[in-house]
């Protein structure tokens, strides 16, 4: 689990948005948690076509400078990942340095389920 995991991080970082959408399930989802009302990226998406074009508007948007792997945890078919990161937003040219939790749930070798928390206030500041 943790290699797919590393491996999507990879593709993120290099900006693969398929090499991303690769890791997961085909039915595979992701959330990024926070009010949508106030900030429209959160939300739930799935499957790969919806997540082909979820990532390619966040890989277009935001790019991750370096990412730094705090603590790793796996159990059953689950793990966690604590990272920092330096975030870019490109349309603004911001950047910040931020922490990020993710919770994975594996099926089939792949991705079933990620969700993300990250500061959804720093985001907002970001692309203000």
Do not use: C, W
């Amino acid at each position: 689990m943790l290699d797919v995991i590393k491996r999507a991080y990879a593709a993120r970082d290099d900006g693969d948005v398929e090499g991303l959408v690769a890791a997961f399930h085909p039915e595979g989802l992701f959330t990024l948690m926070g009010d949508k009302s106030t900030l429209e990226l959160t939300g739930t998406m799935q499957g790969h076509p919806t997540l082909r074009g979820a990532f390619g508007q966040l890989i277009a948007d935001f790019s991750f400078e370096s990412r730094e792997i705090l603590a790793e945890l796996v159990d059953g078919n689950r793990a966690a990942i604590h990272s920092r990161a330096l975030v870019r937003h490109h349309p603004t040219g911001k950047t910040a340095s931020t922490e990020i939790l993710d919770l994975f749930r594996f099926e089939d070798g792949k991705i079933a389920e990620l969700i993300e928390f990250a500061d959804t206030a720093q985001i907002k500041a970001m692309i203000s």
